[in-house]
């Protein structure tokens, strides 16, 4: 009864989450839990590499590591862009080649941010479908 649940649940969450920053909303491909889970292996790693213990660290410093290997996998899995720039410049194109200049020119923070935002895109949704399966549900 639990696996048919999970599967259930599973099918109602949409392939591809809109990730919001500034002016970009990314079309990324949802990730498996395994991959998640690497994430947070790499963030470990992250904080190794700045010299600071993963078992002693501030919870500012874990999150802004797991944000940062969340990133990583989000750039792998960027499908589309749309590009809403806020002055009068063109917009940018998706392709290829646009990403992998893109994701290069990342600064720390905004691979934190890009990190960040799919975590927050989401929980969003997870709490829409929680929401919207509460109402389905008679009361009792």
């Not at 990314?26 to 990730?31: E, H, K, T």
Request: glycine residues 4%.
């Amino acid at each position: 009864m639990d696996l048919i649940k999970r599967a259930r649940d599973r099918k109602t969450v949409t392939p591809i989450v809109e990730v919001v920053l500034e002016e970009l909303t990314f079309g990324v491909q949802r990730f498996s839990q395994r991959e998640m889970n690497s994430a947070t292996r790499r963030a470990a790693a992250i904080m190794r590499e700045q010299g600071i213990d993963p078992e002693l660290a501030e919870q500012g410093h874990r999150l802004a590591a797991l944000c940062m290997g969340i990133s990583e996998i989000v750039q792998r899995h960027i499908k589309s862009w749309e590009h809403k720039p806020l002055d009068q410049e063109p917009p940018l194109v998706f392709s290829a080649k646009a990403l992998e200049e893109l994701t290069e020119s990342l600064t720390d923070v905004e691979r934190v941010t890009i990190g960040a935002a799919y975590l927050m895109a989401i929980t969003q949704e997870t709490e829409q479908k929680k929401t919207a399966n509460e109402a389905l549900l008679p009361s009792l």
